[in-house]
């Protein structure tokens, strides 16, 4: 999308004020302190931008969040900038939380779509198997049911396939942020229920 390494803060802050960062990360980004917001912006964008490639080079999810908080600009070594990584790391604070699943969704809006609309077929067919059949009336027609219930099965792992597969595009990789993501559109986090419909 934007490669942040080429910006100074200056840059970067008009970005997010009006350019296409403006619209990628949400309104929530506002919400994060002024002293850390470019830091975070940098993070997410070498985390969660499809475009910057660093999952090849470090496949190893924690690894590769390291290397994205120092490529931000966080002194590891300084106690302060540590702090903040952890905060960066598992995206605690709520602005930095709905900022990357609004920037993932910026980023992948059709598959994005695609991905909660699989998994809730995957939950259908796995509800449709679960349930009895009811008693059968001769030997063909319990091979009938058990032939559609077979097939149902293959649709479900054909289902299960799609839905690997975009998360692996969707988050990089990150398991932390798919869970995240996940409970945020549940509504799990009471804070969020009132925003819901800026994120979703």
């Given at each position: 999308m934007i490669n942040p390494f080429n910006l100074n803060?200056?840059?970067?802050?008009?970005?997010?004020?009006?350019?296409?960062?403006?619209?990628?990360?949400?309104?929530?980004?506002?919400?994060?302190?002024?002293?850390?917001?470019?830091?975070?912006?940098?993070?997410?964008?070498?985390?969660?931008?499809?475009g910057a490639d660093l999952r090849r080079y470090f496949p190893d999810i924690d690894e590769r969040?390291?290397?994205?908080?120092?490529?931000?600009?966080?002194?590891?070594?300084?106690?302060?900038?540590?702090d903040k990584?952890?905060?960066?790391?598992?995206?605690?604070?709520?602005?930095?939380?709905?900022?990357?699943?609004?920037?993932?969704?910026?980023?992948?809006?059709?598959?994005?779509?695609?991905?909660?609309?699989?998994?809730?077929?995957?939950?259908?067919?796995?509800?449709d198997v679960s349930k009895q059949f009811k008693e059968f009336s001769n030997d063909k027609a319990y091979l009938e049911g058990q032939k559609i219930k077979s097939q149902m099965l293959e649709l479900a792992e054909e289902t299960l396939g799609r839905i690997k597969k975009h998360e692996l595009e969707i988050f990089q990789g990150d398991d932390l942020a798919k869970e995240l993501t996940t409970k945020t559109r549940q509504g799990s986090f009471p804070e969020d229920v009132a925003t819901l419909g800026n994120v979703y």
């Open positions: 803060d200056t840059e970067l802050e008009l970005e997010i004020r009006n350019g296409i960062l403006f619209e990628a990360l949400g309104p929530e980004i506002w919400k994060v302190g002024n002293k850390y917001r470019s830091h975070l912006v940098r993070y997410l964008l070498y985390l969660y931008d499809k969040k390291r290397v994205c908080a120092e490529l931000a600009g966080l002194d590891l070594t300084d106690k302060v900038h540590k990584s952890e905060e960066f790391y598992t995206l605690s604070i709520k602005g930095s939380r709905l900022s990357m699943i609004s920037l993932i969704r910026y980023q992948n809006d059709v598959i994005y779509g695609l991905y909660w609309s699989n998994i809730e077929h995957l939950w259908k067919l796995i509800s």
